[in-house]
């Protein structure tokens, strides 16, 4: 049960617009359209910003979005603002033997 | 307004047990699953396991089964998680958290707690 792949650091300007991978198998990702993304900021707690691929919780941005295609997932950030400069981590549902499972987290950096 | 209030750090040696806890307020605490979610020191976020505060229904993830104790007691609306020999590598942050119910994914978690840090060091 390895960790979803997902790149270590991204980063862009206020305004534009990011994307971050999450890669993992036919077993977890490809299998089901229950990827999450969370957002951590340092000392916090995370928080769910995408759910079940696509859908947003109440009270999260609209200038977060996620889409999947086979194995990978995507969170992209639009409009980017510095408060969005934290670490983002994407989250699988792998079966009921595997459970849950987790991307090993992105930096993003606002410049 | 939902709150999960964990309990304090813990400082520990090898070999000594320990059970922290997780006190949910501002809702009806069996009406949601908790899990448990570890985070190492500049690491990423692993899922544990979870558990039903109605029936103690519980799910462990392979990489944690037999290594801790997920339970509650409905009567104070407290989860907890428990190590019966803790070892050096249990060193963390520990997160207690509440299902969202609007998904169907058990990785899906509305309302944390701020958080548990567990050194464990002789």
């Known amino acids: 049960q390895s960790a979803l792949t997902q790149p270590a650091s991204v980063s862009g300007s206020p305004g534009q617009s990011i994307t971050i991978s999450c890669t993992g198998t036919?077993?977890?990702?490809?299998?089901?359209?229950?990827v999450s993304w969370y957002q951590q900021h340092p000392g916090k707690a995370p928080k769910l910003m995408i759910y079940?691929?696509?859908k947003r919780p109440s009270g999260v941005s609209s200038r977060f979005s996620g889409s999947k295609s086979g194995n990978t997932a995507s969170l992209t950030v639009s409009g980017l603002q510095a408060e969005d400069e934290a670490d983002y981590y994407c989250?699988?549902?792998?079966?009921?033997?595997?459970?849950?499972?987790f991307g090993g987290g992105t930096k993003l950096t606002v410049l | 307004e939902v709150q999960l209030v964990q309990s304090g750090a813990e400082v520990k040696k090898p070999g000594e047990s320990l059970k922290i806890s997780c006190k949910a307020s501002g809702y009806s605490f069996t009406s949601s699953w908790i899990a448990w979610v570890r985070q190492m020191p500049g690491k990423g976020l692993e899922w544990m396991g979870i558990?039903?505060?109605?029936?103690?229904?519980?799910r462990y993830s392979p990489s944690f089964e037999g290594q801790v104790t997920i339970s509650v007691d409905k009567s104070i609306s407290t989860a907890y998680l428990h190590w019966s020999s803790l070892k050096a590598s249990d060193t963390a942050m520990y997160y207690c958290a509440r299902r969202f119910s609007g998904s169907y994914s058990p990785g899906d978690f509305d309302n944390w707690g701020q958080g548990t840090l567990v050194t464990v060091s002789s």
């Open positions: 036919s077993t977890d990702v490809g299998r089901y359209k229950l």
């Open positions: 989250c699988s549902y792998a079966g009921s033997s595997a459970s849950v499972i």
């Open positions: 558990i039903s505060p109605g029936d103690s229904d519980t």
């Open positions: 079940e691929v696509t």
